[in-house]
């Protein structure tokens, strides 16, 4: 198993559960894995895979994940293809042929494909091994995401009796867990639950002051880095995405207003590392598959912790350091009640509010915000400082607020109840409305009392009294606030109460907080961005995502320990036999070209695996800290590509690398003096018309005349 794992993925050691899990479905057991995003459940299947005889089947619901899947694995040196509705008659009878001839190791399907007759008929043929269910809770009418073609999934275990069956998900409550054990007929399985906690996710939650300022705010210093943006509907997401594009991001949309091409598009833009933004709307599902997502930015507020826990699940998959972040504000609370209300059935709108209250709750909460969110999936955690969460790195500052509660309170009492907060700050703010007048509230003792603090105060201060027990909120949709058995003893006995400090609005970096859980200050990273621009360059000539030739994970440690031999870098964690071969050269070449320019020995770097972590090895004084900068001053000098070659003993791609990336940094650069202004206009043309992801597929239409470099420059031109 770990001869396997090393040389098709790269890893010595397996992730929790996975061993366990790997073992049973090779003793032909039947398994039911709840692990969460990022938690390794793919490797529970493909590994066993190539070690049994025969075909596994994985079924899955998403077309783009089919092919991200088999991407990585083929890259892996796995056989493996996918059948669905994005093939042609003629390339689905070709994988069939390959089929047959037993060239294929793993097939993915969708639900309704597998069960149709003559499609069964014909897997029923092959020597099916292994049969993985993933999004396993679509089966279940009480999960999240029910589908009924999964239900269909009935017949598997008829169909091919003997075959063990795993079903996979990330998330399933204990009702959900056993409805699936129903539905695939599988009641002896084996049951394993990973951890929710992703540790490598730091959560936080901001007011929703200034909410586009404070998103740029953020996404200044992360300019390069790959992220989600949630917002509610269709006309935020376009909205928001043109904004950030006019702001100078690369920020695409994707909806399901969007035709299925353009949301295709985009996609695999993102993916693909051709753009670092995609803004989406919460209730539709991407499907991707993308490991290097460095943040996921909730613009407007999720309706559920299951959608949210979901959404955030896809920063940080290769296990580093990600923010998730969310505006919080009670403008998106009542929208989303607004609609709520708007519903027929009285058990789906209370099953509705209930869940809007458990996620203002969860940002409304002055605990550890893991903790509320691991209670949520009935998982407990002790720790008493999580470290990874706003409330944990900056515990926020404390008042008395023993006046401020008994004059909330005291108004609560003299209205008698029925009526919500809002009514309540009204009264104490002094304020004259139509409401107000009518109830005579404004001859109330408390009226006006309370003008020393604003509107925004006052409601953080009932909602935390509400948390500390001394309120009652009472109804759903319109609720209101009611005295509870604790209010006398602020009210009658006169009981201190200790409030908590708004937090300040969102302003980039929290100071202080990196230091403390960000693990990624032993990597160097200027060679990380050149190592990132090497797989781009791959990827681009091969046509396929760039975490599917390294995961960033892997490339931080080459940026840790710089590998300069085969033997040195097949030490490096994800690095393959396979993709050693493949890739192992051009990487290389990078590495020693960097040590080279920057006066780092040889022999003093990439200590073996076994002596990991070690410290990073050190660049002399003196030498900058960018090295793209020496070349825009060589380029400022006049240099041409040659002489800029010689002169900083790189390779003339290096050299291209950091012209594309001046260009996109918006610096001055002209191509005029290294393309031809009519080469220019053919390559603007070719890219124009075809896209400009794949670099191979724009020289193949140029031909031999012209040279990557040039479409390389060309492009992030027009890309400008």
């Known amino acids: 198993m770990l001869t396997t794992l090393n040389k098709y993925f790269g890893y010595t050691t397996f992730l929790p ?29 493909q590994l066993p895979a190539l070690l049994l005889e025969g075909l596994t089947i994985v079924v899955s619901p998403l077309i783009a994940l089919m092919k991200d899947q088999v991407d990585a694995l083929v890259s892996n040196g796995v056989p493996a293809a996918y059948i669905n509705s994005s093939l042609t008659p003629a390339e689905i009878a070709e994988t069939k042929n390959a089929l047959l001839k037993g060239e294929v190791k793993v097939v993915y399907v969708a639900p309704e494909r597998l069960m149709m007759p003559d499609f069964l008929g014909f897997i029923r043929r092959l020597p099916v091994n292994l049969i993985a269910i993933d999004e396993a809770h679509c089966i279940s009418e009480w999960g999240h995401d029910f589908r009924p073609e999964y239900r269909q999934l009935r017949a598997v275990k008829t169909n091919f009796p003997g075959v063990p069956v795993i079903a996979l998900t990330a998330t399933a409550t204990i009702q959900v867990q ?24 730091h ?7 200034d909410a586009y300022r404070q998103l740029l705010k953020y996404l200044k210093e992360h300019r390069r880095d790959s992220g989600i943006i949630y917002c509610q509907s269709r006309k935020m997401v376009d909205s928001l995405s043109s904004g950030l594009r006019k702001d100078g991001y690369r920020a695409l949309a994707y909806h399901a207003g969007m035709t299925p091409e353009n949301r295709s598009e985009n996609q695999e833009r993102f993916i693909r590392d051709d753009a670092e933004i995609i803004v989406a709307t919460i209730a539709f599902g991407m499907g991707i598959d993308k490991p290097n997502v460095r943040y996921v930015i909730h613009y407007d507020l999720p309706k559920n912790i299951e959608g949210y826990y979901q ?115 009204d009264v104490l703010l002094g304020s004259n409305n139509k409401k107000i007048i009518e109830r005579n509230h404004h001859t109330l003792s408390t009226h006006g009392i309370g003008k020393e603090y604003s509107r925004s105060q006052w409601q953080a201060i009932v909602r935390e009294l509400v948390h500390l027990g001394f ?22 006995d006169g009981e201190s109460v200790t409030l908590t400090k708004l937090p300040d609005v969102l302003k980039g970096t929290r100071p202080g907080a990196k230091a403390k859980a960000d693990d990624d200050t032993a990597f160097d990273g200027d060679l990380f961005e050149i190592l990132r621009d090497t797989r781009k360059t791959i990827a681009d000539d091969e046509g396929l995502p760039p975490y599917v030739i390294f995961h960033d994970a892997t490339l931080k440690e080459m940026a840790t320990f710089y590998p300069v031999s085969p033997e040195q870098l097949a030490e490096v964690s994800g690095v393959g036999e396979v993709k050693l071969k493949k890739y192992g050269e051009r990487f290389l070449r990078s590495i020693t070209e960097y040590c080279a320019a920057n006066g780092i020995e040889a022999q003093e770097i990439a200590p073996p695996r076994a002596a990991l972590p070690a410290p990073k090895a050190t660049k002399p004084s003196g030498v900058e800290s960018s090295t793209v900068q020496e070349t825009f001053q060589l380029y400022n000098q006049g240099l041409s590509l040659e002489e800029m070659v010689e002169h900083r003993s790189l390779s003339l791609q290096t050299i291209i690398t950091h012209l594309e990336k001046l260009i996109h940094a918006g610096e001055e650069v002209s191509i005029d003096r290294f393309v031809l ?44």
């Open 17 to 45: 559960l996975q061993q366990d899990i790997i073992e049973d479905v090779l003793n032909k057991d039947d398994v039911l894995a709840l692990m969460p995003t990022g938690g390794g459940k793919s490797l529970c299947y």
């Open 178 to 201: 056993d409805d699936i054990v129903e539905q695939l007929n599988i009641p002896h399985c084996k049951r394993y639950r990973a951890s929710f906690n992703r540790e490598n996710l």
């Open 203 to 209: 959560y936080r939650i901001e007011p929703k002051v």
């Open 311 to 425: 959404e955030t699940g896809r920063a940080g998959r290769d296990g580093l350091k990600s923010d998730c972040i969310l505006f919080f504000s009670y403008a998106d609370k009542a929208k989303i009640e607004y609609f709520i209300r708007q519903k027929d059935d009285p058990k789906e709108r209370d099953a509705a509010y209930r869940m809007l209250q458990d996620m203002v709750g969860y940002c409304e909460t002055n605990a550890c915000r893991r903790t509320r969110l691991l209670a949520y999936f009935d998982e407990e955690f002790t720790e008493p400082n999580c470290g990874a969460c706003d409330i944990c790195l900056e515990p926020r500052e404390t008042y008395d607020g023993t006046a401020a509660a008994q004059k909330v309170l005291s108004c609560v009492h003299r209205v008698n109840g029925g009526f919500g907060a809002n009514h309540i700050i």
């Open 471 to 492: 309120l009652r909120m009472e109804g759903d949709g319109y609720s209101v606030l009611k005295l509870s058995a604790e209010s006398r003893r602020v009210l009658v």
């Open 677 to 720: 202004a009519e080469k220019q206009e053919t390559i603007t043309a070719a890219i124009e018309d075809g896209g400009p992801e794949i670099l191979r597929s724009i020289k193949e239409r140029l031909g031999s005349e012209f040279s990557y470099e040039e479409i390389r420059l060309v492009r992030a031109k027009v890309a400008e």
